[in-house]
T-cell receptor
Framework: DTGVSQNPRHKITKRGQNVTFRCDPI?????LYWYRQTLGQGPEFLTY????????KSRLLSDRFSAERPKGSFSTLEIQRTEQGDSAMYLC??????????????FGPGTRLTVT | AQTVTQSQPEMSVQEAETVTLSCTYD???????LFWYKQPPSRQMILVIR??????QNATENRFSVNFQKAAKSFSLKISDSQLGDAAMYFC???????????????FGIGTKLQVIP
């Protein structure tokens, strides 16, 4: 168990460019979550997958944001036409479904996006 | 909607002393989970302790314990024998149960920055 991994760890992009982040969850976990954390704030929920199905999306997830989880393994989060307000840390987390397992979500190290 | 409030932006504690971080939350649910997460500088968030609302007994994990007051919707974290490695942002968090509509999102407070003074 190597934990949740995210790539890249840092991304600097110019306004208007598209960016894509990747998250690899803990292998046994079938739930995967994306959060956004801005400076001085706690993480805010963006979206969640159970296996390959995207079951919930926050209203924070505008139409410029899209997330996928093909084959229920890794996930990608794409931001199109980036804006300076998109600058934040993007966190991925994963968890078990099975009853009796821990209810907590395990977080990755995050991808810090800076839009210039 | 559920909300989590942490009213202490920063706290400091002397090494080896005890500190308590406060958290209140608002929900109409009777069963739910509460968590404290620790986020060290430039490092990933890790779970410190978990409390299930239907359990009356306060959770304890080594030097970390909680004071869960369900009626008051209060969930404070006590850190005993503070160590330099405890310095971090601490986030209080809430999640509904599987049986409350299946919502999986965790709602976080804005965090408390804990400084440990040698």
């Amino acid at each position: 168990d190597t934990g949740v991994s995210q790539n890249p760890r840092h991304k600097i992009t110019k306004r208007g460019q598209n960016v894509t982040f990747r998250c690899d969850p803990i292998s046994e976990h079938n739930r995967l979550y994306w959060y956004r954390q801005t400076l001085g704030q706690g993480p805010e929920f963006l979206t969640y997958f159970q296996n390959e199905a995207q079951l919930e999306k926050s209203r924070l997830l505008s139409d410029r944001f899209s997330a996928e989880r093909p084959k229920g393994s890794f996930s990608t989060l794409e931001i199109q036409r980036t804006e300076q307000g998109d600058s934040a840390m993007y966190l991925c987390a994963s968890s078990f479904t099975n009853p009796g397992q821990g209810k907590e979500q395990y977080f990755g190290p995050g991808t810090r996006l800076t839009v210039t | 909607a559920q909300t989590v409030t942490q009213s202490q932006p920063e706290m400091s504690v002397q090494e080896a002393e005890t500190v308590t971080l406060s958290c209140t939350y608002d929900t109409s649910e009777s069963d739910y989970y509460l968590f404290w997460y620790k986020q060290p500088p430039s490092r990933q968030m890790i779970l410190v302790i978990r409390q299930e609302a239907y359990k009356q007994q306060n959770a304890t994990e080594n030097r970390f314990s909680v004071n869960f007051q369900k009626a008051a919707k209060s969930f404070s974290l006590k850190i005993s024998d503070s160590q330099l490695g405890d310095a971090a942002m601490y986030f209080c968090a809430y999640r509904q149960t599987e049986f409350s509509g299946g919502y999986q999102k965790v709602t976080f407070g804005i965090g408390t920055k804990l400084q440990v003074i040698p």
